[in-house]
């Protein structure tokens, strides 16, 4: 069961994501920002601009949900479904004034979410259960993934 706590404190997280990475990505010295520290392993650009990337992914499979309970929503993988280099196409500006304004824009339409809504359930290919409110958690945990990541393209000593 779904208590009344756990929805702002996921909210709340979500709300922090862009401005971490924000700020752990300009960090980063520019030289390195998409330089890879092996092949097909990302960098810390590609970390970065992966997170404005994925959120209409999200607000897609949040309207199916919302539209019909019980649905079964289809997984997404960069490696699978992107081309290697399409996140280092992006502009790392641009991507991150998208993060922004998108994640504001998300997190002022999950305000509006009635309890019931964010218990609304649905099927996922990999996943033993899912709905709107996991994939929200999952979602702020994702950033701090990402987030971890480009810290640890920042901190590396060497690079071969």
Not at 12 to 22: E, I, K, T, W, Y
Not at 27 to 56: C, F, I, N
Not at 58 to 78: F, H, N
Not at 84 to 102: N, S, T
Request: glycine share 4%; proline share 6%; hydrophobic share 40%.
């Amino acid at each position: 069961m779904l208590e009344s706590f756990q929805i702002p404190s996921v909210i709340d997280q979500f709300a922090r994501g862009p401005s971490l990475v924000r700020q752990l990505i300009y960090e980063v010295p520019s030289e390195r920002r998409k330089r890879r520290p092996a092949p097909g392993v990302w960098s810390a650009h590609e970390h970065a601009v992966h997170l404005p990337a994925v959120q209409p992914i999200m607000m897609r499979r949040l309207d199916q949900m919302l539209a019909q309970p019980g649905c079964t929503i289809k997984s997404y993988e960069p490696s699978r479904d992107d081309s290697d280099d399409a996140l280092l196409k992006l502009d790392l500006g641009a991507e991150m004034d998208r993060f922004d304004r998108e994640r504001a824009a998300m997190i002022d339409r999950l305000r509006q979410l009635t309890p019931d809504q964010w218990a609304v359930a649905a099927e996922h290919e990999e996943y033993s259960h899912y709905g709107v409110f996991i994939m929200f958690r999952h979602l702020a945990l994702h950033d701090l993934h990402h987030a971890y990541k480009i810290e640890e393209r920042l901190l590396r000593k060497s690079w071969e």
